[in-house]
């Protein structure tokens, strides 16, 4: 199936604790993105890249780091932990940019418990 | 100011009336729209796109958008139990990076 696909579903973990999320997408799209969706539904934009920029959200802390070993794949690597990192990620991507007729395709989300 | 600002509600409405979602943007060369219901415990699913001023319907759904206004809305007609959910705005702006509002909860009382 063409999807974004992202592993773990669920991850629950302590503080202090280093975790990786991994995300693909076989959609043939150049930009990939991590978004962070806490308890109130907000979407935030965590990070945005395709293979020539990547674009940080200047309030995103710098424990988190986007990792892409391919244009297909970006990964989203998270360090020491913290409580307030408790949220749901959602990998997703879309067509290259300047294309109006471009929507963002989800991953499935991964819920993220730090305890 | 935030980029995209929604009513946030919670809206309800009975089933069978029109339920009117509402979004402003601020990025005033922003091209691109989106109406994206996420029900609870799922990823958003794109249900409508709009580019160009004016109105965009497909089945029960009807997207308008006015550029000089900097805003979208998005009516839902014959309004359906399965259509409660969380409904969220988006908008990809200049710089190719898409901005959601903080969405609007809708329940259809049946």
């Known amino acids: 199936d063409t999807a974004v696909s992202q592993t773990p579903k669920y991850l629950v973990t302590q503080m202090g604790n280093d975790k990786s999320i991994k995300c693909e997408q076989n959609l043939g799209h150049d930009t990939m993105y991590w978004y962070k969706q806490d308890s109130k539904k907000f979407l935030k934009i965590m990070f945005s890249y395709n293979n020539k920029e990547l674009i940080i959200n200047e309030t995103v802390p710098n424990r988190f780091s986007p990792k892409s070993p391919d244009k297909a794949h970006l990964n989203l690597h998270i360090n020491s932990l913290e409580l307030g990192d408790s949220a749901v990620y959602f990998c997703?991507?879309?067509?290259?940019?300047?294309?109006?007729?471009?929507?963002?395709?989800f991953g499935n989300g991964t819920r993220l418990t730090v305890t | 100011q935030k980029e995209v600002e929604q009513n946030s509600g919670p809206l309800s409405v009975p089933e069978g009336a029109i339920a009117s979602l509402n979004c402003t943007y601020s990025d005033r060369g922003s091209q691109s729209f989106f109406w994206y219901r996420q029900y609870s415990g799922k990823s958003p699913e794109l249900i409508m796109s709009?580019?160009?001023?004016g109105d965009k319907e497909d089945g029960r759904f009807t997207a308008q958008l006015n550029k000089a206004s900097q805003y979208v809305s998005l009516l839902i007609r014959d309004s359906q139990p399965s259509d409660s959910a969380t409904y969220l705005c988006?908008?990809?702006?200049?710089?190719?990076?898409?901005?959601f509002g903080t969405g609007t909860s809708l329940t259809v009382i049946p």
């Open positions: 988006a908008v990809r702006n200049t710089g190719n990076q898409f901005y």
């Open positions: 997703a991507s879309s067509q290259i940019p300047g294309q109006n007729n471009s929507p963002l395709h």
């Open positions: 709009i580019y160009s001023n």
